[in-house]
């Protein structure tokens, strides 16, 4: 006979699931945390974002819409690179730099730290010479020493401890005109850091040589845009990311019009001066599909979210509050969940700088102590929304004036 409720024994309790990388969303909750730990981790694995947290002692104000915590880049040691832009009465800087001299208003006090996600720490990097600063958060990223088993930060005028250096010479760029290099990503990849424009190209550098040298590649020719063509929204239509081993660039854009398919090409070998088309579908086959009926979403152009750092041929998108993954040579959805973030305010949309795809270190990924089975089941405080949006504009602080001259 079968037992009654009441003599029913417990379901056991299991520990959540694993997975070797997650979605980390880029805006961490500011708590305080226990036994005194700068960092802690809710893993979740994917399509679910697993959040970070910091204490106070990095980020010690009240996060607003223009001043908060953001993470920057990820790195697979397991070290995490944050900015905290903390608010700072109005100053009037010099800058004198080889070849340019000017003033400029400084009202924010931005600072940087190195996460260590295994540790629970947090190390503050020197802050940069406010008369040299860091002109675009997008300029940075985080990557592993080959010599140590420390970490390095570096942007492209700057080297480890943010010494700065000049690289020695530069690839030339694919046109004659004068253009500004607007890069909306850093990421680490073949022991070089590598700064996506979405609209033009990337480059890539080994921050570690003697002498760096500059290196672009063109995005392929049909995705070449004009200089500030879709400017402020191509992180909602394009990403650059590396899965299986190899970089790629996937796009959505479409010109005039709602995007209407999805495209995936590969930088096969890091030296290749061209992009493989991989992948391709369009969105109404997708939507045709039963996998994707099943989700019950609309049949709306989804934002671009990111690609799965081991297999490419599956791609991430946010539509209305879910994150889905789509199968894209196969046209199916194979993973559907409701994503919940910190902080983006509502008033800017959701784009895939809101969120990082991160593959764990060993310490992180193979137990149990950081997963959380209960991730996404409650609603985050969201931060104070601004009086006045700013597309494209929500963390991206400072100019970007990366200017090639043919």
Not at 145 to 159: D, G, K, L, N
Not at 375 to 390: V, Y
Request: with cysteine; glycine share 6%; hydrophobic share 40%.
């Amino acid at each position: 006979m079968a037992p009654t409720t009441a003599d029913a024994a417990p379901a056991p309790t299991l520990p959540p699931p694993t997975s070797p990388w997650v979605i980390l969303g880029s805006n961490p909750h500011v708590v305080e945390l226990e036994g005194g730990a700068d960092v802690s981790l809710a893993l979740a694995a994917p399509p679910r974002v697993s959040r970070l947290a910091v204490s106070p002692c990095v980020f010690p104000d009240r996060p607003t819409p223009r001043n908060f915590p953001f993470l920057l880049a990820t790195d697979p040691s397991g070290l995490l690179l944050l900015s905290a832009i903390l608010d700072a009465p109005l100053t009037l800087v010099d800058v004198d730099l080889p070849g340019e001299q000017s003033v400029h208003w400084r009202y924010s006090d931005p600072r940087y730290f190195v996460l260590d996600a295994a540790t629970g720490s947090a190390f503050r990097l020197p802050d940069p010479d406010p008369k040299e600063p860091i002109q675009h958060q997008a300029l940075v990223g985080v990557l592993s020493s080959p010599a140590a088993a420390a970490a390095a930060t570096w942007s492209q005028s700057s080297c480890p401890s943010w010494a700065r250096t000049r690289p020695t010479s530069a690839a030339s760029p694919p046109t004659s005109a004068t253009r500004v290099f607007a890069p909306l990503r850093t990421l680490a990849h073949h022991g070089r850091l590598w700064w996506a424009d979405y609209s033009w190209g990337v480059l890539t550098a080994d921050p570690f040589a003697d002498d760096p040298v500059l290196g672009f590649v063109p995005l392929p020719r049909p995705c070449v845009l004009k200089s500030r063509e879709a400017w402020g929204v191509l992180d909602q239509l394009r990403y650059v990311g590396v899965s299986a081993g190899s970089l790629r660039f996937v796009d959505t854009y479409r010109r005039g019009g709602a995007p209407d398919k999805v495209t995936v090409w590969t930088l096969r070998d890091p030296d290749a001066p061209e992009w493989t088309l991989e992948h391709q579908a369009t969105f109404a086959d997708v939507w045709a599909d039963d996998t994707y009926k099943a989700t019950g979403l609309p049949k709306t152009a989804p934002v671009l979210a990111l690609i799965h750092p081991s297999n490419p041929a599956v791609v991430y998108f946010f539509l209305e509050d879910h994150l889905f993954a789509v199968d894209v040579p196969a046209r199916k959805v194979v993973d559907c969940e409701r994503y919940h973030l910190v902080a983006p305010p509502r008033e800017y949309g959701i784009v895939n700088r809101f969120v990082r795809d991160w593959e764990l270190p060993r310490a992180l990924s193979s137990g149990p102590g950081n997963w959380s089975s209960d991730i996404g089941l409650t609603e985050p405080t969201e931060a104070a929304p601004p009086s006045r949006p700013i597309p494209g504009g929500y963390h991206l602080v400072g100019n970007t004036k990366q200017t090639f001259i043919g």
